[in-house]
């Protein structure tokens, strides 16, 4: 190529990066008051470092202060004001809050991207300030602009079960597990699965019991761990007449969860007193205990049901048994009481009572492994039987719960 021929193209190619470094030049640069301002300084500057910092360690007022103090050195920074209006929220000042991102959206040249983010934070503001239709409008706006943003439509959902608009929230969330990886299925089918047993409770409210049905078995196909829909359809079942299709939904229960099988002890003693074999309701609560052998609930279950027969002397030792297994339960040493008084206290009976208790955690407080619930009283130990490591805080916590389910 001759030299004369590459000039224009030597030419183009200057005018090109002149043109970049001027674009990058402008990008950063901005004239204010007759002076250049550097664009990135109010990011670079200690008080957005200072602000970030203090936000971080939860120093909120310091924290609007120092961001405040950076804005003043860029006033056109977008991001710190978008912050310093969250921050505003956090700490309550939702009018505030409002405020400066309703001014935001009046900034001329914004983004899709920028616009889209600022009416989120406005509708988490309206959110927290309990505007809850406005908070509705600015989600739906976003979701419009941007119908694949997650957070909005997380947000949409929420906003939905909080009004019980259970369909609303069932189809915001069929898409967010469109929009989901495979890495979140297992906890979008159980929330799918909690917003079908809620639509079919709302079913079940109004009357229709068949779509109520429905539901319930759909949450279940979703989630075996929705507790509630097999309770629920039962429930239903039994309203309809069927009294084996109730004792199905309910024994799957006992199977698939057969640590919340209690929920629905209730139910199956009067479903079996109904049918005439209480002996059923015994085989329920044996099995149980044999696949778990610390299921003090099934023993509690059990113990009640034979005192309730007459045949008190072999629910006594299924009490007894029940609390050495949970003797923070209130209702064990209640059920236990009732059934020595029916004995008029037999003077061994409640001395077998009385050592079961002095030898169990309510009064030496040994402690509980976590995993297999094996017993020891020291500080810190490994578990014999399961090698599990444990330690005083961890079995604190633990038999508390049951207590407090229980009382």
Same mark, same amino acid.
């Given at each position: *190529?001759? !030299?004369?021929?590459?000039?224009?193209?030597?030419?183009? %190619?200057?005018?090109?990066?002149?043109?970049?470094?001027?674009?990058?030049?402008?990008?950063?640069?901005?004239?204010?008051?007759?002076?250049?301002?550097?664009r990135r300084r109010a990011r670079d500057s200690h008080?957005?470092?200072?602000?970030?910092?203090?936000? &971080?360690?939860?120093?909120?007022? @310091?924290?609007?202060?120092? @961001?405040?103090? =950076?804005?003043?050195?860029?006033?056109?920074?977008?991001?710190?004001? %978008?912050?310093? #209006?969250?921050?505003?929220?956090?700490? #309550?000042?939702?009018?505030?809050?409002?405020?400066?991102?309703?001014?935001?959206?009046?900034? /001329?040249? @914004?983004?899709?991207?920028?616009?889209?983010?600022?009416?989120?934070?406005?509708?988490?503001?309206?959110?927290?300030?309990?505007?809850?239709?406005?908070?509705?409008?600015?989600?739906?706006?976003?979701?419009? *602009?941007?119908?694949?943003?997650?957070?909005?439509?997380?947000?949409?959902?929420?906003?939905?079960?909080?009004?019980?608009?259970? =369909?609303?929230?069932?189809?915001?969330?069929?898409?967010?597990?469109?929009?989901?990886?495979?890495?979140?299925?297992?906890?979008?089918?159980?929330?799918?699965?909690?917003?079908?047993?809620?639509?079919?409770?709302?079913?079940?409210?109004?009357?229709?019991?068949?779509?109520?049905?429905?539901?319930?078995?759909?949450?279940?196909?979703?989630?075996?761990?929705?507790?509630?829909?097999?309770l629920n359809l039962g429930d239903v079942r039994l309203?309809? #007449?069927?009294?084996?299709?109730?004792?199905?939904?309910?024994?799957?229960? *006992?199977?698939?969860?057969?640590?919340?099988?209690?929920?629905?002890?209730?139910?199956?003693?009067?479903?079996?007193?109904?049918?005439?074999?209480?002996?059923?309701?015994?085989?329920?609560?044996?099995?149980?205990?044999? &696949?778990?052998?610390?299921?003090?609930?099934?023993?509690? =279950?059990?113990?009640?049901?034979?005192?309730?027969?007459?045949?008190?002397?072999?629910?006594?030792?299924?009490?007894?048994?029940? %609390?050495?297994?949970?003797?923070?339960?209130l209702t064990v040493h209640q059920a236990v009481w !009732?059934?020595?008084?029916? @004995?008029?206290?037999?003077?061994?009976?409640?001395?077998?009572?009385?050592? !079961?208790?002095?030898?169990?955690?309510?009064?030496?407080?040994?402690?509980?492994? &976590?995993?297999?619930?094996?017993? !020891?009283?020291?500080?810190?130990?490994?578990? /014999?039987?399961?090698?599990?490591?444990?330690?005083?805080?961890?079995?604190?916590?633990?038999?508390?719960?049951?207590?407090?389910?229980?009382?």
């Amino acid at each position: *190529m001759a !030299s004369g021929d590459s000039l224009p193209l030597l030419v183009a %190619l200057v005018a090109l990066l002149v043109g970049l470094a001027a674009g990058k030049a402008w990008e950063r640069y901005k004239l204010r008051d007759g002076r250049w301002i550097d664009r990135r300084r109010a990011r670079d500057s200690h008080h957005y470092v200072l602000g970030l910092n203090f936000l &971080v360690s939860n120093q909120i007022d @310091l924290a609007i202060e120092e @961001l405040s103090q =950076a804005t003043r050195v860029d006033g056109d920074a977008l991001e710190i004001h %978008l912050i310093l #209006g969250n921050v505003h929220r956090e700490r #309550g000042q939702v009018a505030r809050a409002i405020q400066v991102h309703q001014a935001l959206l009046q900034r /001329p040249k @914004l983004t899709k991207v920028e616009h889209a983010y600022i009416l989120l934070c406005l509708g988490l503001d309206f959110k927290r300030g309990g505007f809850v239709d406005r908070a509705l409008e600015a989600f739906n706006e976003v979701v419009r *602009m941007d119908p694949n943003n997650q957070y909005a439509l997380l947000y949409l959902q929420k906003l939905h079960e909080e009004q019980h608009q259970w =369909a609303d929230a069932h189809r915001i969330r069929k898409q967010l597990v469109a929009l989901s990886g495979p890495d979140t299925q297992p906890r979008n089918q159980a929330i799918l699965g909690f917003l079908e047993n809620a639509l079919g409770s709302e079913a079940l409210a109004v009357g229709d019991r068949g779509r109520a049905a429905r539901h319930f078995e759909e949450a279940i196909a979703l989630d075996a761990g929705t507790v509630p829909a097999f309770l629920n359809l039962g429930d239903v079942r039994l309203m309809q #007449g069927d009294l084996a299709g109730a004792e199905h939904a309910w024994d799957r229960l *006992m199977t698939s969860s057969p640590e919340r099988a209690y929920l629905a002890f209730a139910r199956l003693e009067k479903l079996y007193e109904q049918l005439g074999q209480p002996h059923k309701f015994e085989a329920c609560c044996l099995r149980l205990v044999a &696949v778990n052998s610390q299921d003090w609930r099934a023993r509690l =279950a059990l113990g009640g049901h034979l005192a309730k027969r007459g045949r008190d002397s072999e629910a006594f030792e299924f009490l007894l048994t029940a %609390l050495e297994h949970n003797p923070h339960g209130l209702t064990v040493h209640q059920a236990v009481w !009732s059934v020595l008084l029916k @004995l008029e206290l037999g003077r061994a009976l409640v001395q077998r009572y009385i050592e !079961s208790a002095r030898s169990s955690v309510f009064f030496l407080d040994p402690h509980v492994c &976590v995993k297999c619930h094996y017993r !020891s009283t020291e500080l810190l130990w490994q578990c /014999p039987h399961c090698h599990e490591w444990n330690s005083f805080v961890e079995e604190r916590i633990a038999p508390a719960q049951d207590a407090t389910v229980e009382m």
